[in-house]
């Protein structure tokens, strides 16, 4: 696997202890099976495209989006050099709410921090070291996947622009009634708000610890309590 040279946060764990985010990946091995279609949104270098990809299998179908143009070039080595060129389809749109464009910034050297969120935003505030800003395309989830809405597996994680991809979502939420989902939950970032959204909408929350195993959760008090805390969230 290709890994970014001046990356700070991904690159040294990977190489210290080849693994990344052990219960999030255990889960997601777990979740995706041959023959399924997997949705990824912030796939960064490809970590979690290359689980989902090998489990998959030939069959299976993989759509990975990461407008991180530097971070897109390195996905798009890693799923070449593995031979998934096949069943993975990479995208460089920034997915939101409307179609047009964005300005994404990218704070210093941290890989897995690039965000859309306006600098002001508080919850961000340690992201927002000295950084760059580069302007991207955006798309709506429900046009980026126009040709075909179906997914069984939706794997996101966009520094709490989760919101955003949402709301530009409507067909495809309606057309995957039984969506697993796997995001990371930041209380300061996403507030309240969101989890009111995936109980409103009829979903089931639950906690994933280290070993990839859940937990259900009917209390919206204990999420908020956490710094950040791995969701497994079902229809």
Do not use: C
Not at 79 to 92: T, Y
Not at 165 to 181: I, Q, S, T, W, Y
């Amino acid at each position: 696997m290709y890994l970014d040279a001046e990356d700070i946060s991904i690159t040294p764990t990977l190489l210290i202890r080849r693994l990344w985010e052990p219960g999030t990946t255990r889960l997601l091995r777990r979740l995706v099976h041959p023959g399924q279609r997997v949705l990824e949104v912030g796939a960064n270098i490809g970590w979690y495209t290359l689980q989902s990809a090998e489990r998959v299998g030939p069959r299976g179908h993989v759509r990975a989006f990461e407008p991180n143009p530097r971070t897109f070039d390195v996905l798009h080595d890693n799923i070449w050099i593995n031979g998934f060129h096949d069943r993975v389809i990479m995208d460089s749109h920034a997915l939101s709410r409307t179609s047009g464009e964005a300005i994404l910034r990218i704070p210093g050297n941290y890989n897995a921090g690039s965000h859309l969120r306006s600098p002001d935003d508080d919850g961000l505030l340690w992201m927002n070291q000295k950084g760059k800003e580069v302007k991207v395309q955006t798309s709506t989830l429900d046009e980026a996947l126009s040709d075909n809405l179906h997914y069984d597996v939706l794997k996101i994680d966009v520094e709490g622009f989760e919101p955003e991809v949402f709301a530009g979502g409507k067909e495809f939420f309606a057309a995957n009634p039984d969506l697993r989902m796997i995001m990371e939950f930041t209380p300061v970032v996403h507030g309240k708000e969101l989890l009111d959204w995936f109980r409103g909408h009829g979903y089931k929350l639950h906690t994933i610890n280290r070993l990839g195993r859940t937990r259900p959760t009917h209390d919206d008090a204990e999420l908020m309590a956490h710094t950040v805390i791995d969701l497994f969230i079902t229809g």
